[in-house]
C-alpha cells in the first residue's frame, strides 16, 4: 500500500503563498468568468438575441462563478479551519459536495456546448443524424433545461444521501467514545457520497467524448478533402473546426487534469494527512477553470471584440492622459 509522511502542520510561509496564489486564481478566474458573463449579458439587458452558444457560454460562466467561489472557501478553510490530524469537519464536507455537484454542472453545460459545435459544424451524410442535428440546432434551450434538471437530481440525491446516513446522526457520540471508529464513520459516508457523484458524472463525460470524437474525425475528413480539392487554407469551414476543436481539446485535457487532482485530494487529505498535497491539489483545480474561460474567450468572435474594445478605450484613455500631462495649458474640465 502506498504511504505518504504525513504533512499535518505547515508553515506560516507556506500558508501566505498559498492564500496568495488561492487569491490569485480566485481574481483570475472571476474576471474572466464575469466578462463572458456580461458581454453577453448586456445583450439581453439591450433586447439582442442571444445564439445559441452565447446562452450555453452564457450560463457555463454563471456556474464557473460560483465554483470559483467555492473553491476559495475551500482554500481559507483548509488554511484557517480544517486540521490534519482531526475529522473532516461538516462545513468542509458540505464545501467539497457543492463543488462536485457545480463542477458535474459545468460538465453538462461544455457537453452541450460540443454537441452544439457538432450539430452547426460536422456535414452529416445519414438522414438520423441529419435530423439529430437539426434538433439539437433548435432545441438549446430544453438541452440547457435538461442538463440542469439532471444536474439538480443529482444535487438532491447526492445531498439526501450525504445527510440521511444514519451513522450521519451519531457522530458527536462516537467522538466522544472512540475517536477513530468516528473517523472511519466519516470517512466511509464522505467517500460513498464521493464516489455517487462521480458516477453522476460519466453521462455527460460520455457525451462529450463521442461529440468531440465526432469533430476530429470531420476535421480529419475535411482536411484530408481540401487537399485534393484545393490549397486554399483561409477556408471558413475548416478554421471553424479548428476552433472548436482547440476550444473541447483544451477543456478535455483540463478537466482530466482538474479531475485526477480531485481524486488524488482526497486520499491525501483523509487517509495519508499530506497538508501540502492537498493544497496543491485545489491549487490545480482552481487554475483549470480560468485557463479555459480565457481559451473560450480568444475562441469565441463576439468576446475577442469586446476585449479589442475594452483595449482600445483604456489606450485611449491614456494617451488623453498623457497629452494633458505634456500639455498644462490644457483646460482642466473638471
Known amino acids: 500500500m502506498l504511504t505518504l509522511t504525513p504533512v499535518i502542520t505547515v508553515s506560516y510561509e507556506v500558508k ?33 438575441p442571444l445564439s445559441n452558444c452565447d446562452l450555453i457560454l452564457l450560463s457555463l460562466s454563471l456556474t464557473r462563478l460560483f465554483l470559483h467561489g467555492l473553491l ?76 440542469m434538471l439532471f444536474s439538480s437530481i443529482c444535487t438532491l440525491l447526492c445531498l439526501g444521501d450525504f445527510f440521511s446516513r444514519p451513522d450521519f446522526a451519531f457522530t458527536t457520540m462516537l467522538f466522544i467514545n472512540n475517536t477513530e471508529l468516528n473517523l472511519q464513520i466519516t470517512e466511509l459516508n464522505f467517500y460513498h457520497s464521493f464516489i455517487f457523484c462521480i458516477l453522476g458524472s460519466i453521462p455527460p463525460f460520455l457525451l462529450f467524448l463521442v461529440s468531440s470524437g465526432v469533430l ?36 478535455f485535457c483540463l478537466y482530466v487534469v482538474s479531475f485526477c487532482a480531485a481524486l488524488i485530494s482526497v486520499p491525501l487529505l483523509m487517509l495519508w494527512h499530506n497538508k501540502i498535497g492537498v493544497m496543491i491539489c485545489v491549487g490545480i483545480l482552481a487554475a483549470c477553470p480560468s485557463i479555459h474561460a480565457a481559451i473560450l474567450i480568444s475562441s469565441n468572435a463576439k468576446l475577442r471584440r469586446a476585449v479589442e474594445t475594452i483595449l482600445l478605450w483604456i489606450q485611449s484613455s491614456l494617451k488623453v492622459r498623457a497629452d494633458h ?9 473638471c
Open 325 to 333: 500631462r505634456a500639455d498644462p495649458r490644457t483646460p482642466d474640465l
Open 216 to 251: 476530429i474525425v470531420s476535421l480529419g475528413r475535411h482536411m484530408r478533402t481540401m487537399k485534393v480539392k484545393t490549397k486554399d487554407s483561409c477556408d471558413p469551414s475548416l478554421e471553424a473546426h479548428i476552433k472548436a476543436l482547440r476550444s473541447l481539446v483544451s477543456f
Open 16 to 48: 501566505s503563498a498559498f492564500l496568495f496564489l488561492s487569491a490569485l486564481e480566485f481574481a483570475v478566474g472571476i474576471l474572466t468568468n464575469a466578462f463572458i458573463f456580461l458581454v453577453n449579458f448586456w445583450d439581453v439587458v439591450r433586447r439582442q
Open 72 to 147: 476559495f472557501l475551500d482554500a481559507l478553510q483548509l488554511i484557517y479551519f480544517q486540521q490534519m490530524k482531526d475529522p473532516l469537519s461538516l462545513s468542509y464536507q458540505i464545501i467539497i459536495m457543492l463543488w462536485m455537484i457545480t463542477n458535474q454542472a459545468g460538465l453538462w453545460l461544455t457537453t452541450c456546448l460540443s454537441l452544439l459545435y457538432c450539430s452547426k459544424i460536422v456535414r452529416f451524410s445519414h438522414t438520423i443524424l441529419l435530423c439529430l442535428a437539426s434538433w439539437i440546432s433548435r432545441k438549446v434551450p430544453q438541452m440547457l433545461l435538461g442538463a
